[in-house]
């Protein structure tokens, strides 16, 4: 009994911690539409800061606290409010996640550029003193997070219900156009609410480091449990969120107390840090039907699709190429060519997802692993097993979706970062799969009796394979599907009163992007034939994503150059270790600049033929008449390109703009190709 | 016989209410009229019709089934359309894409084994927009939007179409070219309800006419008995002395700052 009436004040205690973050969460949610994915890392950020001040520089743990709480943080939440999320609220779920995702890559790029990797810790307050009521043992630390706590509670009701600036802010919730018309001014609400918001994700780190550890990547996770909390009230509701806070708390509680005394728990080891994730999953299946989304977001240019021909040629000069590259190729070398193809495909997933249907996933390189996992049972591999894996991911995709059928993309996306979490903690560390980082072993992939028996041989393959995915995603831009996705995107009510099931859809295209994936993350494996956990870490989903954001997410030539920009970047900081953080912290502001665009880098190289025409041929031609007359002549400066057959039979360009004339994919290179 | 029976709705937001125990029936084949001044829950209430909003209490009957909890998409199937008023063009797509889309979606996999081009054109030329079939949706006017809607709606063969003011954008000879293609869907056996604010138009093609203030059904009947109806010129103009309204004015001022009910 005493034993339970410990838990039970640990998981208060630790229920307090977490409804500190996670009223922080709601306040800028509720505010401004901005789902925060940076949180945690945010809190983390500022939990390194706090260290730095109380232990490194040994000031005071009151004056630390002070300048944390009091500057550092609410100072930094004003301009991320004003320079990275301003505007964020109305725009769609993807763009906003790609540059809060951005933001939190960035904190951890910065932090670990700052504090090098060591052993750190922040000592409780008051360490010493212990007070025992009843027999259970309260340290000061328990006792200053939920005054702490209560004290939050409190100063956010009179924040919110007794103050102009609170009413202000609820008023920005519903319509901040509006306020704006009656005086209020939403930009200062909403930095207020950034400033606050940050404040309170730095104290629950501060509060929470001592039990989590001085860890990047699990202080970061501290947004899983804080949204799993924030859940039960719809993340609006501050009350619920005290509440969901204070179960997620027991329940951690009683699962670190209690999980041995069960038969079997030797194999969940993992459990405890993912109960919140399953505490989320729970709270999702309860939530109800969320309605459709009134009110257009407007059509995206995106970039158009090349036709059959074009692709045809595209597809074999990429082999080709491919082909020409590894010939004589040392292996260290080919494997990071086949990486860069597996990413390549990764980033496939992506453009049919995310590029085409607006929905976001953080959990692909999670799907990458199930891939690999169901590949590495397979005795013999051949076309048969690949499709087994494949089908098989598609499932666990589906698996994943359907919890979240009911409810808006940007619960699909934090569903998805709460699976890649679990699938790190629980499953890749079991024994069946990964079993503590051991290298997973897998064969090599035959086909038709052909084994692909060499390294060189594999990597063409995969380039094949790449080249195969491009087609069935540009054949299903082109058809009824592709048409379809980008309705949706478009207008989901629209959609809707047309007719269309949207919950099963999504399921569908969902499982349908899980597939792909589970094809690059088989593809991997049947490289390397040796493999570990760590290629499948949830943060490489979260790189994927903005590597997609920055070299575009709607068009093939943005995913074969970001997959390889991906394979590049741990390359890239392996060879300068000093800067490593610097350049997640590069990739970082690349995908906030860019994220607003979701045709990325790519786009603006499609343009760039384009713009030489429009720059350079009017002067080459006036110092060489003759120039003028061979561009006409080879289809330069003509608006419509004889050779560019728009998408469909009769219809226009898909997605195209009709304004900015045929920004055809490689049109211009095409034409030089046609000669 | 009603196709549609709106009884005793009620949607509140917070403590706002929007729709007040609205009732109100639909004529099979009629084209009916729903006005109101700003904020009345006209579009509430088609929201309500369509299932993009739960309403607090009340139902929703169409052709005979209590359709109240039925999903969007459900209700589609089963014969509703609409447009909106706030438009949810496909922008991205280009007007005869938009059309298309809609084919796919009703269709399903029986679209897969036919085409579809001569029934977009058709429909294109219907609601007389196939100038602008190549165009982006988001490119084009908002009237031309609005006939786009229509089209886009045309496609999954509705019973009831729900048309949210569909003429405003449009000019003079547009509305009404646009009233002589209203008649002809309701001949063919279509039924219409319709947010409108052109009164012309309304008073013109409108069989019966429902008027909505502050959420509740305030007036029934044809055109003329609403014209006349002291209750409606009180709620449209604040004031009921003399005679017929908006005779000599297209549009009568919707405006209710002075609205006394």
Same mark, same amino acid.
């Given at each position: ?20 973050? @996670?009223?922080?969460? #709601? ?29 490194? !520089? ?60 060591? @052993? ?5 307050f ?34 919110? +219900? ?21 005086g209020?001014?939403a ?35 501290? #947004? ?8 039960l ?11 969901g ?5 027991? +329940?951690?509680?009683?699962v ?6 069960f ?26 039907? @969320? ?5 257009q977001?407007? =059509? ?13 040629v ?27 193809i597996a ?20 959990? &692909? ?13 397979v ?20 698996? #994943? ?19 890649? &979490? ?40 995969? +380039?094949?394979?790449f ?24 207008? !989901? ?13 999504? #399921?569908?295209v ?35 994503l903005?590597?997609? =954001? ?23 900081? =392996? ?10 912290v ?20 499609? &343009? ?22 061979? @561009? ?26 009709? =304004? ?13 190709? +046609?000669? | ?6 009884? /005793?709705?009620?949607? $509140? ?36 019709v369509?299932?993009l909003?739960t ?10 089934? /209590?359709i ?16 909106? $008023?706030r438009l949810?063009?496909?922008? %991205? *797509? ?40 190549? /165009? ?9 939007a ?12 509705p019973?009831?179409l ?15 070219a ?37 959420? %509740?059904?305030?007036? /029934?009947?044809?055109?003329? $008995? ?13 004031? %009921? ?12 001022? *919707? ?7």
């Amino acid at each position: 009994m005493n034993e339970f009436l410990s838990y039970t004040v640990i998981g208060i205690f630790t229920g307090a911690a977490y409804a500190i973050a @996670a009223s922080g969460l #709601v306040l800028t949610y509720s505010t401004t539409r901005v789902f925060n994915i940076a949180h945690g890392a945010i809190g983390m950020f500022f939990t390194f800061v706090y260290w730095d001040f109380s232990q490194r !520089q040994g000031l005071p743990a009151w004056l630390s606290l002070v300048l944390v709480l009091g500057i550092c943080a609410p100072l930094t939440g004003v301009l991320l409010q004003r320079f990275v999320t301003r505007g964020l609220g109305t725009a769609p779920v993807g763009v906003s996640l790609v540059v809060t995702v951005a933001l939190l890559v960035a904190m951890i790029g910065i932090a670990t550029q700052i504090w090098k990797p060591e @052993a750190r810790a922040i000592p409780e307050f008051f360490p010493d003193k212990r007070f025992d009521v009843w027999g259970i043992v309260i340290t000061p630390q328990h006792i200053i997070t939920l005054v702490l706590s209560l004290l939050v509670a409190g100063g956010l009701y009179v924040l919110l +219900a007794r103050t102009r600036v609170g009413t202000a802010m609820r008023a920005s919730v519903d319509n901040a156009e509006l306020l704006g018309l009656y005086g209020g001014r939403a930009e200062v609400v909403s930095a207020l609410a950034w400033a606050v918001g940050t404040s309170l994700a730095a104290l629950g780190g501060i509060l929470l480091a001592p039990q989590i550890g001085m860890d990047f990547y699990l202080l970061t996770l501290i #947004v899983i449990s804080a949204y799993a909390a924030a859940m039960l009230g719809k993340l609006t509701s501050l009350p619920m969120t005290y509440v969901g806070a204070m179960a997620l708390g027991l +329940a951690s509680s009683y699962v670190v107390g209690y999980l041995d005394k069960f038969p079997g728990a030797e194999n969940l080891t993992g459990l405890p840090p993912v109960v919140p994730t399953i505490f989320l999953f729970a709270i999702l299946v309860l939530l109800p039907q @969320a309605p459709l989304r009134i009110g257009q977001v407007k =059509g995206l240019v995106s970039a158009p699709v090349p036709s059959p021909t074009k692709t045809g040629v595209w597809g074999i000069g990429l082999i080709g190429f491919v082909v020409l590259l590894v010939s004589g190729m040392a292996d260290s070398t080919l494997l990071n060519v086949g990486t860069a193809i597996a990413y390549g495909i990764l980033m496939l997933s992506l453009v049919l997802l995310t590029g085409y249907g607006g929905f976001v996933s953080l959990a &692909q390189f999670a799907f990458a692993g199930v891939g690999a996992v169901i590949y590495s049972q397979v005795e013999q591999p051949n076309l048969f097993g690949l499709a087994v894996a494949i089908i098989g991911t598609g499932l666990v995709g589906a698996i #994943v979706a359907i919890p979240v059928l009911r409810l808006t993309g940007l619960y699909l996306a934090l569903a998805t970062l709460a699976f890649g &979490q679990l699938m790190d903690k629980l499953i890749f560390t079991s024994a069946w799969a990964f079993e503590f980082n051991n290298p997973l072993k897998a064969e090599r992939l035959s086909v038709l009796g052909y084994k692909f028996e060499s390294l060189t041989s594999t990597v063409i393959m995969m +380039a094949v394979f790449f080249v195969l995915v491009a087609f069935v995603i540009i054949a299903i831009r082109r058809g009824r599907l592709g048409r379809i996705l980008i309705a949706m995107r478009d207008s !989901q009510a629209a959609c809707g009163t047309l007719g269309l099931d949207m919950r099963w859809f999504r #399921v569908g295209v969902f499982a349908g992007s899980a597939s792909i994936a589970g094809l690059a993350g088989a593809l991997l494996i049947s490289m390397r034939m040796s493999i570990t956990a760590n290629d499948f870490l949830y943060f490489n989903s979260l790189l994927l994503l903005l590597m997609a =954001g920055v070299w575009g997410l709607t068009s093939i030539t943005g995913a074969a150059l970001g997959g390889v920009f991906m394979m590049y970047l741990p390359v890239a900081q =392996g060879e300068n270790p000093d800067i490593a953080g610097l350049l997640f912290v590069l990739l970082a502001v690349g995908a906030i600049i860019l994220g607003r665009n979701p045709n990325g880098l790519a786009y603006y190289l499609f &343009q760039l033929p384009r713009w030489i025409q429009g720059s350079l041929f009017p002067a080459l031609a006036e110092k060489y008449p003759g120039m003028a007359l061979r @561009a006409q002549e080879y289809g330069f400066g003509r608006r419509d390109d004889d050779d560019y057959d728009d998408g469909d039979h009769n219809d226009g360009d898909p997605g195209g703009d009709p =304004g900015a004339g045929p920004l055809a994919e490689e049109v211009d290179t095409h034409a030089v190709a +046609a000669r | 016989m009603p196709l549609l029976h709106v009884d /005793d709705v009620v949607v $509140q937001f917070g403590g706002v209410t929007a729709v007040n125990h609205a009732n109100f029936e639909v004529e099979q084949g009629s084209i009916t009229g729903l006005i109101g001044p700003n904020g009345a829950g006209k579009t509430t209430t088609f929201n309500v019709v369509t299932g993009l909003q739960t309403p607090t209490s009340g139902r929703v009957v169409f052709d005979d089934k /209590d359709i109240t909890r039925m999903p969007v998409h459900r209700r589609s199937r089963r014969g509703i359309g609409r447009t909106f $008023q706030r438009l949810e063009a496909f922008g %991205s *797509l280009t007007v005869a894409e938009n059309v298309r889309t809609a084919f796919d979606i009703h269709d399903g996999f029986a679209g897969l084994f036919r085409s579809v081009q001569n029934d977009v054109d058709d429909l294109l030329d219907l609601v007389g927009i196939a100038n602008h079939a190549d /165009d982006r949706a988001d490119s084009i006017p908002t009237g031309t939007a609005r006939l786009l809607e229509l089209a886009r709606a045309l496609a999954c063969d509705p019973k009831l179409l729900l048309l949210d003011e569909p003429s405003s954008g449009l000019d003079e000879s547009e509305t009404e070219a646009f009233g002589e293609l209203l008649q002809q869907l309701a001949n063919e056996g279509r039924t219409i309800l319709m947010v409108e604010h052109d009164m012309d138009l309304v008073m013109n093609v409108c069989d019966t006419i429902h008027v909505l203030d502050f959420g %509740s059904v305030i007036a /029934d009947g044809t055109p003329a $008995q609403v014209r006349a109806n002291p209750v409606v010129q009180k709620a449209y103009l604040g004031y %009921s002395d003399d005679g017929p309204a908006g005779d000599d004015t297209a549009v009568l001022p *919707l405006v209710n700052e002075e609205v006394v009910l």
